[in-house]
């Protein structure tokens, strides 16, 4: 997200400034909705020196759920270069005027409807009809454009044990059979799943859980202690494994994996060093601390994998059947415009007689 000062205040009234900042220093505000929020001075940079005359190295990212003000690259100089992720018609061509610090320009801050559509501009003149209809690309590579960090596909970035954020793509493509499925039949891109400055509703924006899918196995967890106890099936098969600002204990960050997998392997690692690269990635599991042990935080991964074969087996085959995907609220489905081409066909013909 890429708002003015003002359009952040308006969003979260008590979104902080860096010290030695006023609101009128501030030219953007990166993100601010739900984890973090860095700051961009007037030329553009993001602000990476703060304090009085800006002797201080660091203290410059606003982490929102401890209030608490961490470094981020502290007393560098950094230039923004973000928008094609955080902003609409992006271009690295040509500067953005007055602003030295960006590293390129846009259209417009912010995900815009453009964004994921394309350009509407020909829809709009055109009210829509025949070629104008605007593009609905279902395809999860289309989430994968902002949803994946690096330039890899087949490796998901990790630091200090942790995944690191905006990965969703790459974890999908190492999640097996869920890889078949696309973001949108889980979720509206049109509904934030997660609870944040202008939404208090966890879970918003899941337009289908996985019971809807693995019904079978679903009707035995709910009737085993641990689904009778309220524990969740996200609780264990997509744990806080990532960490976009900060971990609240040792296995437990603020997001949620989309790995699913669980490996009960007591030896197995949930990071790596790649040799080649000098990199940590993660595998394409996730492991038992994770799973079991943000919340049973006083044992050890030991413990978990002895315990592990005692939870309730709710691994079971079962006809799965890949569901179409919900067509988001407010769009024709095609089932519409095959309808109105029917309607078009017969009236035609009817004329002609």
Not at 56 to 78: A, C, F, K, L, M
Not at 186 to 208: M, Q
Not at 221 to 245: E, F, L
Not at 287 to 293: D, G, K
Request: include cysteine; hydrophobic fraction near 30%.
């Amino acid at each position: 997200m890429l708002t003015t000062p003002d359009e952040a205040l308006e969003m979260r009234p008590d979104l902080p400034v860096p010290e030695g900042y006023a609101k009128e220093n501030i030219s953007y505000v990166i993100g601010g909705w739900g984890w973090k929020a860095r700051y961009m001075n007037e030329q553009g940079y993001i602000i990476t020196r703060t304090g009085e005359n800006f002797s201080v190295n660091g203290s410059n990212q606003y982490n929102i759920e401890t209030g608490e003000w961490v470094d981020y690259h502290p007393g560098e100089v950094v230039e923004y270069d973000c928008q094609r992720c955080h902003a609409t018609g992006a271009s690295y061509d040509s500067a953005t005027e007055g602003h030295p610090g960006i590293n390129g320009s846009w259209k417009f801050p912010g995900i815009q409807c453009e964004a994921c559509h394309g350009a509407g501009s020909v829809h709009v003149a055109e009210k829509g009809v025949g070629d104008a209809a605007i593009n609905v690309d279902k395809n999860a590579s289309l989430c994968g454009q902002c949803h994946q960090r690096g330039n890899r596909s087949d490796q998901i970035p990790a630091s200090e044990g942790f995944i690191r954020h905006q990965e969703q793509y790459q974890e999908f493509l190492a999640s097996g059979k869920m890889s078949k499925l696309d973001c949108v039949v889980c979720h509206d891109p049109h509904s934030p799943a997660h609870a944040g400055a202008t939404n208090s509703i966890e879970g918003k924006g899941i337009k289908r859980d996985c019971s809807d899918c693995h019904v079978k196995a679903a009707e035995i967890y709910n009737q085993s202690s641990m689904g009778t106890a309220g524990v969740k099936c996200i609780d264990c098969h997509m744990p806080k494994a990532v960490r976009t600002a900060v971990n609240t204990s040792q296995y437990e960050a603020d997001l949620r994996t989309h790995l699913f997998r669980i490996n009960t392997d007591a030896d197995a690692e949930f990071t790596y060093i790649d040799p080649q690269d000098g990199n940590e990635y993660a595998n394409s599991h996730i492991t038992i601390e994770y799973a079991c042990l943000q919340c049973h935080e006083n044992r050890d991964k030991a413990w978990a994998a002895e315990l592990t074969p005692l939870v309730v087996n709710h691994s079971i085959e079962e006809e799965i059947e890949i569901p179409g995907t919900p067509d988001a609220e407010g769009i024709p489905g095609s089932g519409v415009y095959i309808s109105l081409a029917v309607l078009a066909i017969v009236a035609f013909l009817l004329r002609k007689k």
